[in-house]
């Protein structure tokens, strides 16, 4: 999501935090490369040169170009004008209004409209615990009805029953009657959708609206069509009136013109988006959030949320058990690299950690990924509940064995088991760091001795005091001791990946962290590469 235009606008912005001082001519220098960065990334001509106006208004006042710090200042500047273009404050769905609250959901055909219908379906009744009903009421598209059914059945949302040769108006009545009678607190209408836009369409829609009269109109988009997306968000708005904005295959968008655009253009509020193919890959919109990691500067608060969404609690507090007594064998690897691939694979959950951009990129050259990660699954799979206890049985013989069971090499083996012993030194550490950085984020994916427990209100953002959350993140955004890898750690880094500079902490017993570096108290296996000495 956004990788390109993060790349771009990060490597622009950090030239200037690397000078003492600016002139005017460095600021609008910049600004000409932002400005073509923008336009690359598909984002709206009228949007670009609003944004690269309000920046240079604020930029080349005397409190930034004077100031100690004004690459920074540059930066914070950015960072809020990218903020106030997609739209400030987030906006959820709101359900306030009398049941059976009426969501319409419009959009052109292939946009992923029907699958976002269910999945909003899921989350409003996973998340906020309301009966929803799901009603097709798209009837030229063969099998639309049916669809919805199977989805319905897949996210466990009721759909309405099918009755042939009913119109698009008649459905949504009986849609709405049926949610009354059934005491249904939302009733979902999937509307159907062209190719492109035309009257037809336009009529129908404008009809079930005046006809049900719902609670939020929301159009769902495709984030890779960009500009497309945007003149259609115009077009619905114009005959429906829109309340929203539901953007799909936002983890395919590299760019990301749809998104930065839409808000400024239509002025309707991005809501959600689509980030994957499953039944829960679907993100509230938080456009401070998104500003943070186009500019590389992380999401801690989504790295929780997302991890309260899939972290397995009572797993967790076994493994902190476990590590408390010097224990991590390599089921509990296997166990970590499984959490890794819920949590979004590590470019998902690197992509959230502050100044990780360049040592994403390193990684990736390095073939350090998600391929990897499966790989690696696959070798602990092939191998018996012996020797995931015990490494040490593994002999040559038994390293044949398993890499003809997985489909790998005895070297593809060999690097697994030092992968797994730094991860153990570093997993030991970790237990032992209740402060600090390293052990908050330790604590919050269950490596702390403190468990899930380790953050207020366990692992719900909701009970957690916004004020630590926000001080996590600025401490971790200002070089305050980052982990070395996300969740579980990544050691054992190929040569030439080298962390940002004070990113790894100092940890009691452990030296420096550097890279490079033999780590005292580690008996030579040094997790980061290097030699005992």
């Known amino acids: 999501m956004f990788g390109t235009l993060s790349d771009r606008l990060s490597g622009i912005l950090s030239g200037l935090t690397r000078r003492g001082s600016l002139t005017e001519e460095d600021v609008n220098a910049a600004l000409r490369e932002v400005r073509k960065a923008l336009l690359e990334a598909d984002v709206a001509l009228e ?22 710090t004004p690459g920074q200042q540059v930066i914070k500047i950015v960072n809020d004008a990218l903020i106030d273009m997609l739209g400030g404050e987030g906006e959820g ?29 899921k989350r409003l009744t996973d998340r906020n615990k309301k009966r929803v009903l799901m009603a097709s009421l798209d009837t ?33 009545r009986r849609a709405i009657e049926a949610g009354r009678l059934g005491g249904y607190d939302v009733v979902m209408l999937d509307t159907a959708g062209r190719v492109t836009l035309d009257d037809t369409l336009m009529a129908e829609v404008a009809e079930v ?15 890779l069509t960009g500009q497309d997306a945007v003149n259609t968000a115009r077009a619905f708005d114009a005959r429906v009136g829109l309340t929203g904005i539901v ?55 989504g790295l929780v949320e997302r991890a309260a969404e899939t972290v397995d609690a009572d797993k967790a507090q076994a493994l902190a058990q476990r590590l408390a007594k010097g224990n991590f064998d390599l089921s509990d690897m296997r166990m970590q690299l499984q959490q890794m691939e819920k949590m979004g694979g590590l470019g998902g959950v690197m992509g959230m950690l502050p100044g990780m951009k360049q040592m994403q990129g ?19 799979d092939s191998m018996t509940a012996a020797e995931r206890k015990n490494p040490d049985l593994l002999k040559n013989s038994r390293k044949k064995r398993i890499a003809a069971g997985s489909g790998t090499s005895p070297e593809a083996i060999n690097k697994l088991l030092k992968m797994h012993r730094g991860m153990a030194d570093m997993m030991k550490a970790m237990s032992k760091q209740k402060g600090g950085m390293l052990g908050k984020l330790g604590q919050m994916f269950g490596i702390g001795g403190g468990g899930m427990g380790g953050l207020p209100g366990g692992l719900d953002p909701s009970k957690m005091d916004p004020a630590q959350l926000a001080e996590l993140q600025k401490q971790m955004g200002a070089g305050g001791g980052m982990p070395g890898l996300p969740p579980g750690g990544f050691p054992g880094l190929p040569k030439g990946v080298t962390p940002p500079a004070g990113m790894m902490p100092k940890l009691p017993g452990l030296g420096s962290g550097l890279p490079g570096r033999s780590l005292p108290g580690l008996g030579g296996n040094n997790p980061f590469g290097g030699k005992k000495k």
Request: no cysteine.
């Open 140 to 172: 030229r598209r063969p099998a639309a009805m049916e669809q919805l059914a199977i989805l319905g059945k897949q996210v466990g949302v009721e759909t309405l029953p099918i009755v042939a040769g009913q119109s698009a108006v008649q459905i949504a």
């Open 209 to 223: 609206k005046a006809a049900t009269n719902p609670h939020e109109v929301l159009l769902v988009a495709d984030a």
């Open 93 to 121: 769905i709101t359900l306030d209004a009398v049941p059976p609250v009426p969501i319409l959901m419009v959009g052109l055909q292939g946009s992923g409209k029907t699958t976002s219908t269910a999945k909003i379906a």
């Open 47 to 68: 949007v670009v040169r609003s944004f690269t106006e309000k920046v240079r208004e604020r930029a080349v006042g005397a409190e930034v170009l004077k100031s100690v």
């Open 247 to 301: 953007l799909t295959r936002m983890d395919g968008d590299g760019r990301g013109g749809a998104a930065l655009s839409m808000r400024a253009v239509t002025g309707k509020p991005i809501k959600l988006v689509g980030t994957g193919e499953k039944v829960d890959a679907l993100e509230d919109f938080h456009p401070s959030r998104v500003a943070n990691r186009i500019l590389g500067m992380g999401d801690i608060v």
């Open 362 to 380: 390193q990684l990736a050259n390095s073939g350090v990924n998600d391929k990897m990660m499966k790989r690696q699954i696959a070798i602990i």
